[in-house]
């Protein structure tokens, strides 16, 4: 409890937990300016859906195969080998 005290006085101290400033260009958050004026609608990314699904299909699939053939190196290399007794499926 002690360790976990100093550790979070220390991030305190530090400044580790503060949101960094964005530049006021990056930050929108208003639809209007000071005189009335409506702002135009921000830009959007096209497809943007489509591509976050397609990256994280890719990834899940490169990530199965990588482990695929790790598995099957260390089973070839007996390295890891799951002994009979693990499957009690009875």
């Given at each position: 409890m002690?360790?976990?005290?100093?550790?979070s006085?220390?991030?305190?101290a530090?400044g580790?937990?503060q949101?960094?400033?964005?530049?006021n260009?990056?930050?929108?958050?208003?639809?209007?300016?000071?005189?009335?004026i409506?702002l135009q609608?921000?830009?959007?990314?096209?497809?943007?859906?489509?591509?976050?699904?397609?990256t994280?299909?890719?990834?899940?699939?490169?990530g199965?195969?990588?482990?695929?053939?790790?598995?099957?190196?260390?089973?070839?290399?007996d390295?890891?080998v799951?002994?009979?007794?693990?499957?009690?499926?009875?």
């Amino acid at each position: 409890m002690v360790i976990a005290s100093r550790i979070s006085s220390l991030i305190k101290a530090q400044g580790l937990l503060q949101n960094p400033s964005l530049p006021n260009s990056l930050v929108r958050s208003a639809t209007s300016s000071k005189h009335g004026i409506i702002l135009q609608e921000p830009q959007r990314t096209p497809f943007g859906v489509v591509k976050m699904i397609l990256t994280v299909v890719s990834g899940l699939l490169i990530g199965a195969a990588i482990s695929k053939n790790i598995a099957n190196f260390l089973e070839e290399n007996d390295l890891f080998v799951p002994s009979d007794d693990d499957d009690d499926d009875d």
